[in-house]
């Protein structure tokens, strides 16, 4: 969040807002956020000891008329069907799934540009139905020039293979170009506690690691691949964290020599996804683990934002993001 005194380059919104991922490097970048929305009363308790302001719940029941003017749409909206995509009666084919309170968010605000982020998997998802029509509503209905890429987090110097699609649209017709991969890479290492410091409950019981050898060795004899995956710290990169990490940590475990693998710490989880360690994490570990499962990788976002701020009018230098934090009261 920018300093209230100073004037924003550019005003933003911040739909199925999570821990707020996606608004950090817009933050950095001169921004201010106007609204935001998040369903999940433990996220956004995250979200406001991290970026303050008020939180509103469910944007399905907010007027679209009472979010404030916007220039930018941030949304990592959730993947669903729609029923009768293909018929082309305009947004309203979108109908009863939450893509279409952001396509009337955007019908009735028109906002600058509009970026939004989902799995890989949105491409294919319903054979390939869901996508066209996101696409076509909002080139055809809505009048924005859309691209979209798929960026990996491991390309972004943190150590996980991670692969999201970013789609953007501009209203001025112009195609926004994506900035070039960068290819950093790291090792995971770079993101591991100190272990003289670490807590012992990390560390899988022998019970629960016993379950995970022989849910992996069934696997193996039925010819799949599935089961528990091991990383060092030399390991260039892990996979994916997802939002059932909490439950057993298969995903990814830790080796340790002399010792049963271990979890990833909630804070390790942070920094495998970018986010800076001044970031406060004010839940439980279960809540922590949920909640960067099903965030975003920041500095894959950051790609983003330094090509995007500037199209807004952004001329500032970006500057450290810092949590900022405030006394609430949540809207739901």
């Known amino acids: 969040m920018i300093d209230s005194s100073s004037s924003p380059n550019f005003k933003f919104i911040d739909l199925f807002a999570g ?29 406001k000891e991290n970026h303050g302001g008020e939180v509103y719940g469910d944007i399905t029941k907010v007027p679209v008329k009472e979010i404030p003017s916007f220039d930018l749409l941030l949304a990592g909206f959730p ?9 082309k009666k305009g947004f309203e084919d979108t109908r009863g799934t939450l893509f279409f309170n952001i396509a009337e968010i955007i019908s009735f605000h028109k906002p600058k540009a509009i970026f939004l982020e989902n799995v890989k998997g949105l491409v294919s998802h319903d054979k390939g139905r869901t996508f066209k029509e996101i696409i076509r509503v909002l080139e055809d209905e809505l009048g924005y020039k859309i691209t979209y890429k798929v960026h990996n987090a491991k390309d972004y110097g943190v150590p996980q293979n991670r692969e ?37 409950k990390y560390t899988l019981s022998d019970t629960l690691w016993g379950s995970h050898q022989r849910r992996k060795q069934q696997h193996i004899e039925k010819g ?22 909490y439950k ?23 920094r495998l996804q ?5 970031f406060v994490i004010p839940v439980s570990d279960t809540q922590a683990y949920k ?27 970006p500057r450290k993001w810092a949590p900022k934090r405030f006394d609430f009261e949540w809207e739901f």
């Not at 089961?227 to 990169?237: K, L």
């Not at 970018?274 to 001044?278: I, Y």
């Not at 909640?291 to 500032?316: D, M, R, Y």
């Open 164 to 200: 999201r699609i970013f789609i953007i649209g501009l209203r001025d017709g112009e195609e926004f170009a994506f900035a070039e991969n960068p290819k950093k890479t790291t090792t995971l290492g770079s993101i591991l506690e100190n272990l003289d410091d670490l807590d012992p």
């Open 79 to 87: 993947c669903q069907p729609f029923s009768n995509a293909g018929l």
């Open 291 to 317: 909640q960067f499962g099903n965030s975003v990788a920041v500095p894959a976002i950051e790609s983003v934002a330094n090509v995007l701020a500037p199209i807004l009018g952004g001329t500032k230098k």
């Open 274 to 278: 970018g986010f800076p360690d001044n």
């Open 224 to 245: 799949n691949g599935f089961g528990f995956s091991m990383f060092n710290q030399d390991s260039p990169y892990t996979s994916t964290i997802s939002a059932r990490y």
């Open 19 to 47: 821990i707020g991922g996606i608004r950090i490097p817009f933050d950095q970048r001169g921004g201010q956020c106007v609204f935001t929305s998040e369903w999940d009363k433990f996220a956004a308790q995250t979200y």
């Open 248 to 270: 057993d940590g298969s995903e990814i475990l830790i080796e340790q020599k002399g010792k049963n693998p271990r979890k990833l710490t909630p804070r390790e989880a942070a």
